[in-house]
């Protein structure tokens, strides 16, 4: 059994009901949507997102969910693909999880109309069932998200972001949606412990930062990690271990290594001494140091909470964001 098979053991038959009914929030009259919508549904990956929903919902709740537990599950997944399909037009990609992008076998224009089709019924959903409530939550996500994508933009093209920022930037880009999962799940059958749903925004916060942080690690690590090394440095991307390399670097060194990121970026060998130097300045050192810490105040909030099979699937939840090996 792999670590997700053992995570996902006591939600199994919620994930595969939430399975046909997120299959069937998607359904259009248009026969067109319909084969592409069946495409998206059969390319999907580890589904985290629903995962999170439904182990915090039973952790808190004595081990029950109720049909509003299915449709924060689906409006966040909803309205998360939407972000996905939007993401690879933006970056004029034309892959997604080893499959072809949507924009990649039906152009752009669908892939953008179809991201539209897919946040509109996310919205319905929860205003079909009166669900402000878990919406409030995912449009905050939404919102932030978008902020964080920009606000990395912008920084990129001066390559002065500080540590806080990098923080505020991997919060709203990554945290934010795995918060608003674990928030979700409390309030489909918590409504008015406004408490406790903070306390589950928080702790999905601190496992965004270190998943983030182990994603951004991978850039500096050899071996089939499903990301190739020294791409965040070719695309001009400040991560932690290279912001802690900056920040320990001599006036010399600062020099060549940001002119090293603004105009030799697209040389394998430059981007490997980049890598060299990160490693020698202890970047990787310190970025590990400081997921770990995120990882411990995570487990701090589960520590909260009665034992149960729940609490123990997102303690494993947890381990494994940090010990992945892509």
Not at 279 to 286: A, E, I, P, R, T
Request: charged letters at 30%; glycine letters at 4%.
């Amino acid at each position: 059994m792999s670590v997700v098979q053992k995570i996902q053991s006591p939600i199994l038959k919620e994930m595969e009901l939430f399975e046909s009914k997120f299959h069937k929030s998607m359904s259009s009259k248009v026969a067109l949507l319909n084969r592409i919508t069946y495409y998206i549904v059969n390319r999907k990956g580890k589904q985290m997102r629903p995962m999170f929903v439904f182990l915090v919902a039973k952790m808190v709740n004595q081990g029950q969910v109720d049909e509003r537990t299915y449709r924060g599950a689906s409006v966040i997944e909803l309205i998360h693909t939407a972000t996905l399909v939007h993401d690879d037009v933006v970056d004029d990609s034309n892959e997604r999880r080893g499959f072809f992008s949507l924009n990649a076998l039906w152009k752009n224009k669908i892939a953008v109309l179809v991201g539209d089709y897919l946040l509109s019924k996310g919205l319905l959903l929860s205003i079909d069932n009166d669900d402000f409530d878990l919406l409030k939550i995912i449009s905050v996500a939404v919102r932030e998200m978008s902020e964080g994508e920009l606000l990395q933009i912008e920084k990129a093209r001066r390559l002065d972001i500080t540590e806080q920022v990098y923080y505020e930037i991997i919060r709203q880009k990554t945290a934010t949606l795995i918060a608003a999962c674990c928030a979700i799940g409390a309030a489909s059958v918590c409504k008015e412990d406004t408490q406790l749903i903070e306390r589950m925004r928080l702790f999905g916060q601190t496992i965004g930062m270190a998943f983030q942080i182990k994603d951004d690690l991978f850039d500096y690590t050899d071996g089939p990690i499903g990301k190739p090394t020294g791409i965040d440095i070719k695309e001009k991307k400040m991560t932690l271990p290279l912001i802690y390399a900056l920040n320990n670097s001599d006036a010399k060194e600062k020099k060549w290594l940001i002119n090293s990121i603004k105009n030799h970026n697209t040389d394998k060998k430059r981007v490997k001494e980049i890598i060299a130097f990160v490693k020698d300045k202890k970047g990787l050192q310190y970025a590990t140091q400081v997921m770990v810490e995120y990882q411990k105040q995570a487990l701090d909030i589960l520590n909260q909470f009665d034992d149960s099979i729940y609490k123990e699937s997102l303690k494993d939840m947890v381990n494994y964001v940090i010990e992945r090996k892509k």
